[in-house]
């Protein structure tokens, strides 16, 4: 027998299946998707591949495989696999990994994840047993009973454990096994993140009209087991929540398994806790990147085996190896942490598709502020629309006020903050109620020029300004995290008037700290959330120690409740609105709804403050009105006229390299072979011309981006693939990625 095996590489001239034949003694443990290890090349050392294909005969003279590995991936994932190649051009073993435990991709193995193990205690006969003999005298030693007592509670109780909780020795555990009263085995230890929680259990809630209604419609699916893609909009609090727990939990009685995503950053405790309320810690396993490796590994071993059967995690625990799914929900599915920016370029919501259609179970996308495109498809029937249209607990949306800057600026306030604002956060002071202040960018300043020659400070690697960090009075690139000191005299014509332009956190926090000294201020952006778990320790103090204000980056803006915050402020939400991305109206209205989202939570009514130099932009003042459906009206209207997404799909080419005219050569290749092969297969597609991108540097490479606007079909995709594996453009020392509606444009 012969197995077809794809070599785990991402060089592109080996995106192809190699032929090995299958020894006589492996024939019955191998079949596809097995992992193996085969010789390649000359290279002695062995490679490692997976099996796509067996088959009968080769015309090819082949070798042996030379080992089968434990893991494997199900026919489907390999399908699944061949499937994103092609769509997020790349490598089918690129895609293959996503799908393999955590820990075990490396190539070299001894530095995979393995099984943790532990010495475990247990008794080695009847407890009734045991008990006769501390009765009738036969073991005295009070630390032998006391060990005795522990095991008897706990049936098997880790040796380090035992240890300290009897505050005894090891010594005395071994007299106890060579007595025959204990066992000491080796066995795993499950590293799982959700062991130390203790939580009460909640039951179901009644759910209202809308929801029960909303929940139906799902329902119906399930029963069916058909494939259907669902929306559920709703505003923020109209107990969407609720509703997936109780779909799940249908799942769940059926013997099904379940997917949750959710963006990485709204992965909370608080979030978390209300599903292992609802359904215990044991079938429960959470996946996401601040988890270690280990924990990561082990969580997925406890999916596989069935053990767990509610996956809650960011984007890539679309991939976990759940046993018979029943559900896929997305949350938040406007998010655009769904989207890979790294190699394989996947969207988790295409991804999802495929396998709700493929698995036939409903697919149920949630969100206050859908994504246009999800809404689009909404509105057009491809998908099921389920509207929440109040909040479940009768709380209000807060009132939301727009400060014209220009405005201010006439009037002579040169500060940060509105006088309205600062009216607000004084009151709020006053009745001791808390505040949070929203800014988008970093930092102190964010650019520093010279007065006299107009010289921009700019980053050595990357054609990018340097940020201001004044606290530890350096210049940084947010980039490539290049760093040089503040600079007082222009390296360029040597003047001492050096300027400095654009506001971060760092300086509102200064400011808010002299215009308020007395008020307790907390920062959360990249800069203050470095450590694991910091984000949540910033947030539990901000909540718990009643800080008076919140300043931060769009960091703060998710999923967070806090009872007591009455006022938000928008420092400036023209920050998204000048982007160049067709996006930016969305993304602004998006931003500031979920800003405001955080005011007046319970039953304070809240304000909201939004500050721009344009108020009149109607993603602003849809924003203040919090309606999204007026907003979408206006929205698709202008995608429509000029031809954007959901009108048609874009791809972005990028190239780069270290040489600036390789990269600039190589662009116009693959833009000629584009054209010409789209010509020739009559594809309705807008190629334009070869670009530096906006940022035509970073880290030192030269980067250049080719930019097509067309409807994606099976052919293109085909044309593309050979374009960039193409033998000739490979020769070139640039790297050429493409990607399909790409999230960053820049
Ligand atoms: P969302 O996910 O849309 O933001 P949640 O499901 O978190 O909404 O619900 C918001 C609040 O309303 C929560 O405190 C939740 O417990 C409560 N809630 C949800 N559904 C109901 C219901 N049917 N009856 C009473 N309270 C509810
Ligand atoms: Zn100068
Ligand atoms: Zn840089």
Known sequence: MIAEIIIDSSVKNLNRMFDYNIPKNMENNISIGSRVLVPFGRSKKLEEGFVTNIKESTDYEVKDIAKIEEQSLTTEKIVLSKWMAKRYFSNISECMKLMLKPGTTTKNF???????????????????????????????????????????????????????????????????????????????????????????????????????????????????????????YGVTGSGKTEIYLQLIEKIVEQGKSAIMLVPEISLT????????????????????????????????????????????????????????????????????????????????????????????????????????????EAQNGKIELLRLTKRANNSNLPNVQIVDLRQELANGNRTMISFKLHK?????????????????????????????????????????????????????????????????????????????????????????????????????????VTKKNSHEEILRKFNEEKIDILIGTQMIVKGHHFPDVTLVGVVSADGSLNIDDYRASERTFDLLVQVAGRAGREHLP????????????????????????????????????????????????????????????????????????IKEENISANLLKPLPAPIDRIKNRFRWRIIMKTNISDKLIEIINECLYDKELLKNNARVIADINPTNMM
């Open 110 to 232: 001894a530095n995979r994840t393995k099984d943790k193990t532990a010495l475990f205690v247990s008794l080695n006969m009847p407890k009734e047993e045991v008990k006769e003999y501390i009765n009738n005298k036969k073991v005295k030693s009070e630390k032998q009973i006391s060990i005795l007592n522990y095991v008897m509670q706990m049936d098997s109780v880790m040796q380090a454990e035992l240890i300290e909780k009897t505050n005894t020795s090891r010594a005395i555990i071994k007299t106890l096994e060579k007595n025959g009263f204990l066992k000491i085995e080796t066995k795993k230890v499950v590293r799982n993140p959700l062991n130390d929680k203790r939580i009460n259990r909640t039951k179901n809630l009644q759910f209202t009209e809308e929801q029960q209604l909303a929940y139906s419609e799902v329902e119906k699916s399930i029963e069916k087991n058909e494939y259907k893609k669902f929306l559920l």
């Open 269 to 376: 405790p608080q979030m978390i806790n209300r599903f292992i309320e609802r359904f215990g810690k044991e079938i429960i396993s959470v996946l996401h990147s601040k988890l270690s490796v280990g924990e990561r590994h082990d969580s997925w071993e406890r999916i596989e085996t069935g053990e767990a059967r509610i996956v809650i995690g960011a984007r890539s625990a679309i991939f976990a190896p759940v046993q018979n799914l029943g559900i896929i929900i997305i949350d938040e599915e406007h998010d655009s942490s769904y989207k890979s920016e790294m190699s394989p370029r996947y969207n988790a919501k295409e991804v999802a598709t495929e396998i709700a259609r493929y698995s036939k179970i409903p697919l149920l996308l949630g969100s206050a502020t859908p994504d246009i495109k999800t809404f689009y």
């Open 424 to 528: 607000l956060i004084e009151e709020n002071l006053k009745n001791k109620k808390q505040t949070i202040l929203f800014l988008n960018r970093r930092g102190f300043s964010t650019f520093i020029m010279c007065r006299d020659c107009g010289y921009v400070a700019k980053c050595k690697n990357c054609n990018i300004s340097l940020t201001y960090h004044k606290k530890e009075g350096k210049l940084k690139c947010h980039y490539c995290g290049y760093e040089e000191p503040l600079i007082t005299i222009c390296p360029n014509c040597g003047s001492k008037k050096i300027r400095h332009f654009g506001s971060g956190t760092q300086k509102l926090e200064l400011e808010i700290n002299k215009m308020f000294p007395k008020a307790s201020t907390i920062r959360m952006d990249i800069d203050t």
């Open 606 to 677: 809240g304000n909201v403050i939004i500050q721009t130099y344009n108020p009149d932009n109607y993603s602003v003042q849809y924003a203040k009105k919090q309606n999204y459906e007026e907003f979408y009206n206006v929205e698709i209207k202008l995608r429509k006229q000029l031809r954007y997404p959901p009108f048609c799909d874009i791809i972005m080419f990028g190239i780069s390299g270290e040489q600036e005219e390789i990269v600039s050569k190589t662009a116009n290749e693959l833009f000629t072979n584009l054209d010409k092969k």
